[in-house]
């Protein structure tokens, strides 16, 4: 979406292009665990479940955007409720709170790990410290949510959806650590795979850029440091290994999630759901 003063904005989700599953698993005594659930991927992800009758229990650091979530579920009529459940997934403690939390609404069932951040500098420079917190944000908060969430999982036959990336597959420079964390939840897709005995299954995202606050804030000061338009931020840097030349919006990286979790997805186990416009695997 192109505003009037050439800014990208990131959609609100209406209930129009949700994928809407025909799954007599999905309904409001099976809950789903979603992490970053405050704002772009995590929290249309929360929407598109609870549009498909699951209890959602959403979880962020962003307190506020949590009741967003909320009351955008409301606002659309969605059957399935969501229970902002807030965290800092840093800390062990709040992540086994969620889990309990989330454990008390019904069967535990899915868990979308989601939650991410970014930090762009060369590897010689990269801060160590900054270095530590995405590693625990974006891959040991997710290694031990499916820890705790295994033996829930085991009873309900439930599944894990990690949020990776294109990065996940190949890298650009000075992303040291979003590279390596997004390839590690590759490694945790493929081990609860291997350990959940084709009870418990589990899949990956990957996509390219997606209209999030997480990218749209970055396309001005791009489009200033460059010299270029907004438009070709999009087309052309973001835009410009991607064959399908449009971003694609947090609804349908949210369908992704609620694809794999269901009935349809069941020879689906480690695999990754690559949805990057044909960017990692053609080139001109
Ligand atoms: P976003 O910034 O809109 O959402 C990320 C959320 O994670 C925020 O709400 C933030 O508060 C939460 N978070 C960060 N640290 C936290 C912590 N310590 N505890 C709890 N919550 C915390 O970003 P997004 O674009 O929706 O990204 C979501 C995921 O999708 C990330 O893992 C990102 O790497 C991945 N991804 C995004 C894109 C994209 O183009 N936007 C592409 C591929 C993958």
Do not use: W
């Not at 698993?25 to 665990?33: E, I, Q, S, Y």
């Not at 955007?65 to 807030?86: A, M, N």
């Not at 081990?191 to 418990?200: D, L, R, Y």
């Amino acid at each position: 979406m192109t505003a009037t003063d050439g800014s990208v904005e990131p959609p609100t989700l209406t209930g129009d292009d949700v994928l809407r599953i025909d799954d007599a698993d999905f309904d409001a005594d099976r809950v789903a665990l979603v992490t970053g659930a405050a704002s772009g991927i995590g929290r249309a992800t929360s929407l598109v479940l609870a549009a498909n009758g699951l209890t959602v229990v959403a979880t962020d650091v962003d307190e506020e955007g949590l009741v967003g979530t909320r009351e955008r579920g409301t606002e659309l009529g969605f059957p399935g409720e969501i229970h902002p459940e807030p965290a800092d997934i840093t800390d062990d403690d709040h992540l086994e709170g969620v889990v309990e939390a989330a454990a008390g609404y019904g069967d535990l069932a899915y868990l979308a790990n989601i939650a991410g951040m970014q930090h762009i500098s060369p590897l010689d420079e990269f801060p160590m410290d900054v270095y530590d917190t995405m590693h625990e944000v974006m891959l040991r908060a997710p290694v031990y949510l499916s820890k705790l969430v295994l033996p829930h999982l085991r009873e309900s036959g439930g599944c894990v959806g990690n949020m990776a990336s294109v990065h996940g597959h190949y890298v650009t420079a000075d992303k040291v650590a979003y590279n390596v964390a997004k390839f590690g939840l590759r490694g945790l897709t493929q081990s609860i795979a291997a350990e959940g005995a084709g009870t418990v299954r589990s899949f990956s995202v990957s996509t390219g850029y997606v209209k999030t606050p997480l990218v749209t804030d970055q396309i001005p000061d791009t489009a200033e440091q460059r010299g270029i338009s907004v438009q070709e931020v999009v087309e052309d840097v973001m835009l410009g290994q991607s064959r399908t030349k449009e971003m694609m919006e947090p609804v349908d990286v949210g369908n992704l999630f609620a694809f794999g979790f269901s009935k349809h997805a069941h020879h689906l186990n480690g695999g990754d759901l690559l949805f990057d416009g044909g960017m990692t695997l053609t080139y001109e």
